[in-house]
């Protein structure tokens, strides 16, 4: 059994900032990868942020330059740091932990971005 928590989410003007956390825990003791997704009202969950347990990193191109993912596999925990916030980034973010296949998913965290 894997529990995924995000926390951190909320509303904030933009150019503003904030940062996501996510913690993992349960039966597995460290995790292959872990990242961020996010959903927009009507559109498909997509990728923003994943990272490796050996601390390789890959972003959607839309995020480059404005967000950054870190890790502390120690803890399984996972952090997103949102710098120049657009209102395009507003989203249900969602925290993923996995070695294989499809991985495990938190609940949520809204994150709205005001124009």
């Known amino acids: 059994q894997v529990q995924v928590v995000e926390s951190g989410g909320g509303l904030v003007q933009a150019g503003g900032s904030l940062r996501l956390s996510c913690a993992a825990s349960?039966?597995?003791?460290?995790?292959?990868?872990m990242g961020w997704y996010r959903q927009a009202p009507g559109k498909q969950r997509e990728l923003v942020a994943v990272i490796t347990s050996g601390g390789i990193q890959n972003y959607v191109d839309s995020v480059k330059g404005r967000f950054t993912i870190s890790r502390d596999n120690a803890k399984n925990t996972v952090y997103l740091q949102m710098n120049s916030l657009k209102p395009e980034d507003t989203a249900v973010y969602y925290c993923?932990?996995?070695?294989?296949?499809?991985?495990?998913w938190g609940q949520g965290t809204q994150v709205t971005v005001s124009s």
């Open positions: 993923n932990a996995r070695v294989v296949g499809p991985g495990y």
């Open positions: 349960g039966s597995i003791l460290s995790f292959t990868a």
